[in-house]
């Protein structure tokens, strides 16, 4: 059954970008285990099915009430994963944006000024703070895939990796108000998971967590533990369901109550009790991300939750926004 309580912890508008020239990106291929390279004869149809994957997926949740910005990159600037925004900003209760800074260089130039003033916009939004001059440095933290965020506990949930810097972790915590749970986490081959949103979703009723893949047994009783003082209650997902991206899962709030946004591929590794345990609070909705998913990520990291305040009066689309629900999709630009 779907609560049809709308919840801090599932946003009801997100941000989207749909990419015109996606490909895997050699940049990030180094500690990112989860992505496969695509043959560079195959570029232009990669470009399109991807083109094609973000319409869909940002039309079928407009369909179930969820807000959707939808963001166009022409790829002009090099930019090969801007279809994954949750990377280099998010947005938080009382007005708050924080914009992050990026491990790869290529990732560094996807932050985009027009999204920002859309927020400004279209929400209440007094206060930004931006943590990007911390990259000279070699100071990284990206976003809510570096940490995967309990709004209602007030926790950042962290993966050790190249991409979550202990330092700008210290201080986005403190200015944001968290407390950083943060833990050691390995792969078949015992390397680090390069994004924590990669391992685990915290939904408001549950949380989907890879506890297998914290190699230290005390640790992850500790992560489990915290989860279940906040009321969750906790589905264990396998390496295996991991490797299928049903960790990378994200809560929305849609017109008939909640739901949990995930890719096909990551539903079909999902058993029936699992199902069932998210099915009591929240509506499983699978997008078909195949394309998309061969970068490293899935829905999650497709979608930048909108957790601010909307304005009264709209001003409408801003940038190269468009609305996804009236427009009809243009096929990409130039040759990828």
């Known amino acids: 059954m779907t609560s049809s309580l709308r919840s801090i912890q599932a946003p009801s508008a997100v941000v989207m970008v749909r990419p015109h020239r996606f490909m895997p990106n050699p940049e990030t291929a180094a500690d990112n285990s989860f992505q496969t390279k695509a043959e560079e004869a195959a570029r232009h149809a ?12 940002a039309e079928r949740l407009e369909m179930e009430g969820v807000r959707v910005h939808l963001f166009e990159d022409l790829g002009e600037r090099g930019t090969p994963d801007s279809v994954f925004p949750n990377n280099w900003f998010s947005t938080h209760p009382g ?11 290529s990732r560094r130039r996807e932050r985009r000024a027009d999204v920002i003033e ?71 081959a015992g390397r680090p998971i390069y994004h924590t949103n990669v391992l685990m ?27 279940e003082e906040s009321g969750r209650q906790v589905i264990a997902l396998s390496a295996a369901q991991i490797a299928e991206f049903a960790g990378n899962a994200i809560e929305l709030s849609g017109r008939d109550g909640r739901i949990l946004a995930l890719s096909q591929r990551a539903f079909d590794s999902l058993d029936n009790i699992q199902k069932a345990a998210i099915g009591k609070t929240a509506r499983l ?6 394309t998309i998913e061969m970068a490293g990520g899935s829905v999650r990291s497709m979608i930048a939750g909108i957790h601010l305040a909307p ?25 990828p």
């Open 285 to 290: 909705v699978p997008l078909a991300v195949p």
């Open 118 to 188: 859309m927020l400004k916009a279209e929400y209440r939004v007094p206060d930004v703070i931006d943590y990007s001059g911390l990259e000279p440095d070699g100071l990284y933290l990206e976003g809510t895939g570096a940490m995967v965020f309990d709004h209602l506990a007030r926790v950042a949930y962290t993966a050790r990796s190249n991409r979550a810097d202990p330092v700008a972790l210290e201080r986005f915590s403190t200015h944001f108000n968290f407390e950083p749970m943060v833990f050691d986490t390995a792969d078949a």
């Open 311 to 335: 304005r009264k009066a709209t001003n409408g689309a801003s940038g190269n926004e468009v609305d996804c629900a009236s427009t009809s999709p243009r096929p990409p630009t130039g040759r």
């Open 46 to 57: 990669v470009a399109q099915a991807a083109y094609r994957e973000v319409t869909a997926a």
């Open 201 to 227: 979703c915290v939904a408001t009723a549950f949380a989907m967590v890879g506890l297998e893949m914290i190699p230290d047994a005390a640790r992850a009783r500790e992560v489990r533990a915290r989860l």
């Open 95 to 105: 007005g708050h944006v924080a914009i992050y800074p990026m491990y790869s260089p």
